[in-house]
C-alpha cells in the first residue's frame, strides 16, 4: 500500500489506518483473522483508543495479534486518551495514568503516536507538555497528535508543547465536508460558508499536520452510512457510475474521494470486514481525476458558488 510521512515526522505509514473500535465485536478466531489479513494487505496502522470497548478493543486485539517483540516492530500503533465518562480531561495525572493503562492492554512498551481525544475546556497545557515530555523521556510514546481539535486549540498546545503535533483525527466524509466546503463559499451567506472549525484544513496542510478522517462513510453524526443508501440517489449513481468505469467497489471510491484531496490525508476505516477493508485499501490506486472529484462532491449536495 502507498504510504506517506506522518505529519512532521519520519514515521511512514500506509494511506489507510485501520480503526480498532468494533474490534471487541469479534470472537477470538474472527479477531485474529481479521488482523493477520490487514497485515497481509500492508495494512499495520492500527488506531485505538482506552475508551473502545471500555479498553476491551486493545486487549483484543493484542491477544489478536499475537503481540510479541518481533510482531511489535511490525506495526504501528496509535491510541488516544482523555474521554472520561461524563468528562474530558487532558490532566497530566490522567494522560500518564491513561498510557500506562493502553499499554497494558496492548501488550507494548510503547506507542508510536499517542491523540489526545476530545478537547478538554479545563486543559491546562502546561500539564500536557510536561506529560508529553515524560512519556517521550521514557521511551513510552514516539510522536504526539489531537483529534477534533481546531487551529487555536492546537496553537496553544504548540505554545506550551515541544514535540510536533504529527496528526489530527478530524470527521470528514463526501456527506461531512464542512471543512471543503466553507473554503469554496467565502463571503457568502449560505450555510457552507459557516466556518465550523478556524479553516483546519488549511491550518493542519500548513502547519504540516496529517488529518485522519474518521467515519469516512458516514452521513451526520453517527446517523448510518451514506453508500446504497436511498437518501442519496444521486450521490450514489454518480460514484457507481466512477466505480464501474474503474473496476472497483463503490467502497473504494468514497475513499479514493478523500485520498485525492492534496493534503495528503490517512483515513481511519473502522470496518471488521476483510473484503471491505481491502476494498479500502484499493483505494490508494485510484487517483480521480478533478471532474470526477467535482461530480462526486456536488452530487452529495453540496453547492459550489
Not at 485474529?32 to 497481509?40: D, H, I
Not at 472497483?248 to 492534496?262: D, E, G, K, M, Y
Request: aromatic content about 8%; hydrophobic content about 40%.
Amino acid at each position: 500500500m502507498r504510504t506517506i510521512k506522518l505529519g512532521s515526522s519520519n514515521l511512514d505509514v500506509p494511506v489507510i489506518a485501520v480503526g480498532c473500535m468494533r474490534i471487541d465485536s469479534l470472537d477470538k478466531q474472527a479477531a485474529e483473522k481479521f488482523v493477520q489479513g490487514a497485515l497481509e494487505e500492508g495494512a499495520n496502522f492500527f488506531d485505538h483508543a482506552d475508551i473502545y470497548g471500555a479498553g476491551k478493543s486493545e486487549e483484543i486485539f493484542a491477544e489478536a495479534i499475537h503481540m510479541n517483540d518481533d510482531v511489535r516492530e511490525k506495526v504501528i500503533l496509535q491510541s488516544k486518551c482523555g474521554i472520561r465518562e461524563g468528562m474530558f480531561d487532558f490532566s497530566k495525572e490522567h494522560i500518564l495514568t491513561s498510557v500506562d493503562g493502553i499499554l497494558q492492554r496492548l501488550r507494548t512498551d510503547y506507542l508510536d503516536v499517542l491523540l489526545l481525544h476530545r478537547p478538554d475546556t479545563l486543559v491546562e497545557p502546561e500539564e500536557v507538555a510536561e506529560a508529553f515530555d515524560q512519556l517521550e523521556s521514557l521511551g513510552k510514546v514516539r510522536h504526539f497528535g489531537v483529534s477534533n481539535q481546531t487551529p487555536m486549540q492546537i496553537q496553544l498546545l504548540q505554545k506550551f508543547v515541544k514535540q510536533p503535533i504529527v496528526a489530527n483525527q478530524l470527521q470528514l466524509s463526501i456527506t461531512n465536508a464542512n471543512m471543503i466546503s466553507n473554503g469554496f463559499n467565502v463571503n457568502m451567506e449560505n450555510d457552507a460558508a459557516i466556518n465550523r472549525d478556524g479553516n483546519v484544513l488549511d491550518f493542519c496542510r500548513l502547519q504540516d499536520i496529517t488529518i485522519q478522517p474518521w467515519s469516512p462513510f458516514q452521513y451526520g453524526f453517527f446517523e448510518g452510512v451514506f453508500l446504497n443508501n436511498d437518501k442519496f440517489p444521486e450521490l450514489n449513481k454518480k460514484i457507481d457510475e466512477i466505480a464501474e468505469k474503474y473496476g472497483v467497489s463503490n467502497t473504494t471510491i468514497a475513499i479514493a474521494w478523500i485520498l485525492r484531496h492534496p493534503a495528503k490525508m490517512q483515513p481511519v476505516v473502522g470496518t471488521m470486514n476483510m473484503a471491505r477493508l481491502k476494498d479500502c485499501i484499493k483505494a490508494s490506486e485510484v487517483e480521480l481525476t478533478r471532474e470526477e472529484w467535482y461530480g462526486i462532491y456536488r452530487a452529495a449536495g453540496n453547492v459550489l458558488p
